[in-house]
């Protein structure tokens, strides 16, 4: 990805995210977006902001995401905009509402707790975590993990800003011989599971059997399936499309194909199983594509996993390309 983006490239790419040609296809547009999230600037963050007009509550989900992991506080208004507007749908509030966590401004603490009522428990809990991470950010332990990543000359195993750090033992991203063990992995299953442990908490447990990403942590994730947690389910799956584990497919495929299980957990299923883009996946990825008894949000999420599935299984460089289609584009013949 070049520094470099001139005003054109930029007309360009905001063209393809906004579809304003009105013939430009999902999976193009999500290229689009991962190009501009890239760019880590305040044009990229207007751009993306005025996707949210769209109809499409996967593409909003993704915009409010990307803006989250982009940490630039040009953001917050309009995120705050999306959390506040209750006609949105409750998978783009919600996203909107970690999003703030993400960037972890203090003073937008006050709109986080506001919504601790909301009538979306989705939202409830997005807000619950979002204010704990706000907090632990801030903490003696948070500033000194933030401090020991800067000074690090290590790149980490996963760059994303997560909703909430793994546990202590875990902050490093290193497993050590001890956190391997059988009676390691039993411990944070049990805090995984423990409904009776606050959400973040659970989270924190969450995170580090990520970080371990053994078959034995992925099995231990994988019984997080059946919570009753839409959002808990939702970042399971999540989880699984970050550690890339072909030991993780049975369980994603009897997800997405669980037409009783709400379309957020299913829509991330989807999107794991094109990342881990094994030959089994593929079949069932097209069919809930074009199924007409499947969900938009779920038939969109297939579209964009087969695209990403096609990409892990070709020579292609990076998936967040948009500026080469639109650098080729300029080109003179």
């Known amino acids: 990805m070049s520094d470099a983006v001139s005003p054109r490239e930029l007309s360009a790419l905001r ?3 906004l579809n304003t040609s009105g013939t430009v296809p999902l999976h193009d547009r999500f290229r689009a977006l991962f190009t501009l999230k890239s760019l880590k600037n305040d044009d990229a963050v207007k751009i993306i902001s005025e996707g949210f007009a769209d109809h499409s509550a996967l593409l909003k989900h993704e915009l409010a995401y990307c803006l989250g992991q982009m940490k630039l506080v040009s953001a917050l208004p309009v995120l705050q905009s999306v959390l506040e507007n209750l006609g949105e749908d409750p998978m783009v509030r919600h996203e909107a509402a970690e999003a703030i966590g993400a960037i972890s401004s203090p003073d937008f603490k006050v709109v986080l707790t506001k919504y601790l009522t909301d009538p979306n428990r989705s939202v409830r809990e997005t807000c619950e975590i979002a204010l704990a991470k706000i907090e632990w950010d801030n903490s003696e332990e948070g500033r000194q993990h933030l ?37 390691a992995i039993v411990s944070l299953r049990t805090t995984l ?37 839409a959002l808990f389910k939702h970042e399971i ?16 495929l009897n997800v997405l194909q669980d037409a009783s299980e709400s379309d957020m957990v299913r829509h991330e299923a989807a999107e794991a199983l094109g990342g881990i883009a094994t030959p089994e996946v593929l079949p069932h990825l097209k069919e809930w594509m074009t199924r007409e008894d499947s969900p938009r949000v779920v038939r969109e999420s ?30 003179p013949a």
């Open 237 to 252: 799956a999540f989880v699984f499309g970050q550690l890339l584990s072909a030991h993780s497919v049975p369980s994603l």
């Open 147 to 183: 401090a020991s990543k800067e000074s690090s000359d290590q790149t980490p195993a996963y760059t994303s800003i997560d909703p909430a750090p793994p546990s202590s033992k875990l902050l490093s991203g290193q497993p050590k011989p001890d956190d391997l063990s059988e009676s």
């Open 15 to 17: 063209a393809a995210l």
């Open 193 to 229: 599971l423990d409904t009776s442990v606050p959400l973040f908490q659970r989270y924190r447990a969450m995170f580090a059997l990520r970080n371990i990403g053994t078959p034995a942590a992925v099995d231990a994730l994988a019984a997080g399936f059946s919570d009753d947690s």
């Open 302 to 331: 297939c579209q964009i996993a087969v695209d990403m599935w096609e990409y892990e299984n070709s020579g292609q460089f990076q998936y967040a390309n948009g500026l080469e289609s639109v650098r080729v584009e300029a080109t």
